[in-house]
């Protein structure tokens, strides 16, 4: 066990809840209700009250509310920034290499035998359910109700998609994160238990790729243009074994499907950059030859397409977290309602010229976290602790008054949101593992450890490649200073951590063994 304070909360056996412990009763008053919202690829730079380059033209209120009513955390770290794994990490408080489920390409399946926070919380008194996207390639398990997107590869489609509703799968006509709310609000009123405290885990599909918006918002942002990052045009030196092989590059890798162009009898992909959208909506979106457009006109012009198209997905994103939310507060659950909104990893908007995410890099690693609980957590509350994704599992079972699991390796954040003094004890360092390769993409799998100022990543697949970021001197992480004399203590001092951390979560494999893990489920393919 990592944290003293963790041993304080522990009572009982602190293994599996059933047997151990006595059940709370149902509805017992101090136990919160639990609203547990995710979106997909949801980028800290695309949420205002992370403010960013972004804020004053896409503000997102619905979504800011909960940090102004409650937390924001600064540096919440996502341990394997790819979305299953991560969503795998948060409902089983544990690394990928423990809970198995560490990549989302070729064939792994999470496994469900295992103990998940849902099954937990409906084993101890709770009503649980989950509305969106899954993605664990499984039928849920430990909820009385779901609806999940359950097309080939439970990615889910933005429009008319197919859900599977308890087991019944039919295709539901509309915009999925309406959809999705619109189920969310209807268990809320109708179906739930009300004699329980309830756990609603709300997985919206957006804004994912294809990031198609609802129709009332492809006008939005028309007229605007959006500010470029200051690394959009990054040119990867010092680092062109790794980030200089990545493909997914807002110049080269967004298509045509990506800024929704209509195909033109003749059309081919050498004159693509002479084609040139000008505005409209829906139908009426198409390309006009723009000869006299520079390579870099090109490269701006995907940019802003992705990004409004991005940005649209989350203003309804947005406008359905304010109607749960507000839902709440109509019926006099808010207060006592535990809500966390959390994307499931980073995502670059154009930082270093990219899209995408998996890389150990700040934009990737850095999950957006807010979180409110009005009857437990001061408004405007700020953590610039490191949290982790492998804690929401703990700090749920906490604030559910349920003993922590033993074997679980994140802890509880509950401390941290009530504003306690945890300088001693809280987690200096965070450790990060990546594997699957080269889908998509041909991210080279990579492991490295974070702490509240450096960054040590180790690429081993088929290079061998250290990379050393000092944060505070250089927070867009451009210098890679791996082989800098006056780094020398700090790395050293960084490399033993990191095999402490390996050590502590059972992942202190010899690079031999840690490629087999990429090599069992690897996928040729040509981008
Ligand atoms: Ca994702």
Not at 334 to 342: A, E, S, V
Not at 395 to 413: M, N
Not at 422 to 449: A, C, I, L, M
Request: aromatic content about 12%; charged content about 25%; glycine content about 8%.
């Amino acid at each position: 066990m990592k944290n003293s304070f963790l041993l304080t909360a522990i009572t009982g056996c602190g293994l599996l809840p059933c047997g151990c412990s006595q059940p709370a009763t149902d509805a017992t008053p101090q136990r919160p209700n639990i609203l547990f919202i995710l979106s997909d690829d949801h980028s800290r730079a695309a949420i205002s009250a992370y403010g960013g380059i972004n804020a004053e033209l896409a503000p997102t209120p619905n979504i800011d509310a909960i940090a102004q009513n409650g937390a924001l955390f600064n540096n919440m770290i996502c341990t394997n920034s790819i979305s299953g794994p991560s969503r795998a990490c948060m409902i089983t408080g544990k690394y990928s290499t423990t809970n198995g489920f560490y990549q989302n390409e070729g064939g792994i399946v999470f496994d469900e035998s295992q103990p998940t926070t849902p099954k937990i919380l409906q084993a101890n008194g709770y009503t649980t359910a989950l509305f969106g996207k899954w993605h664990l390639f499984t039928t849920p398990s430990g909820f009385d109700y779901f609806m999940i997107h359950d097309n080939p590869g439970q990615q889910g489609t933005y429009w008319n998609p197919l859900f599977n509703t308890n087991g019944v799968k039919a295709v539901k006509k509309g915009y999925a994160t309406n959809i999705t709310a619109d189920a969310a609000l209807e268990w809320l009123d109708s179906q739930r238990d009300p004699n329980k405290p309830f756990c609603l885990m709300l997985h919206f599909k957006a804004p994912h790729r294809p990031w198609e918006p609802d129709t009332k918002y492809l006008d939005l942002f028309k007229d605007v243009e959006f500010p470029y990052p200051e690394t959009f045009n990054d040119d990867y030196a010092g680092r062109e074994l790794t980030l200089g092989q990545n493909m997914a590059t807002i110049e080269n890798h967004i298509s045509r499907g990506d800024v929704k162009m209509p195909v033109p009898p003749e059309f081919d992909k050498e004159h693509a950059k002479k084609w040139l959208w000008y505005g409209g909506s829906g139908d009426n979106q198409y390309w006009t030859p723009d000869p006299l457009m520079s390579k870099e006109e090109v490269k701006k012009w995907k940019f802003q397409i992705y990004l409004k198209n991005y940005l649209r997905c989350i203003r309804s994103v947005d406008d359905n977290v304010g109607r749960v939310i507000g839902y709440l507060k109509q019926h006099g659950l808010y207060d006592n309602t535990l809500i966390i909104y959390m994307g499931d990893q980073g995502f670059f908007l154009g930082e270093h010229g990219l899209y995408d995410k998996r890389w150990m890099y700040e934009e990737s690693l850095q999950m957006p976290c807010l979180v409110s609980y009005p009857a437990g957590i001061k408004a405007g509350t700020v953590i610039d602790k490191l949290g982790a994704n492998i804690d929401i599992a703990p700090t749920l079972l906490d604030y559910a008054g349920i003993p922590i699991p033993e074997d679980i390796q994140g802890v509880s954040l509950r401390p941290l949101l009530e504003g306690k003094n945890v300088d001693d004890t809280w987690r200096k360092s965070v450790y990060y593992q990546y594997f699957e390769y080269p889908k998509w993409h041909r991210v080279q799998p990579h492991y490295g450890v974070r702490t509240d100022r450096y960054k040590l990543i180790h690429f081993y697949y088929n290079i061998d490649v250290w990379e050393f970021y000092d944060l505070e001197k250089d927070p867009n992480e451009l210098k890679n200073e791996i082989n800098n004399p006056q780094y020398r203590d700090v790395i050293a001092t960084l490399k033993q951590e990191l095999k402490r951390l390996q050590v502590q979560y059972d992942d202190d494999l010899p690079l031999e063994k840690r490629r087999e893990l990429t090599d069992r489920y690897m996928i040729d393919y040509e981008e």
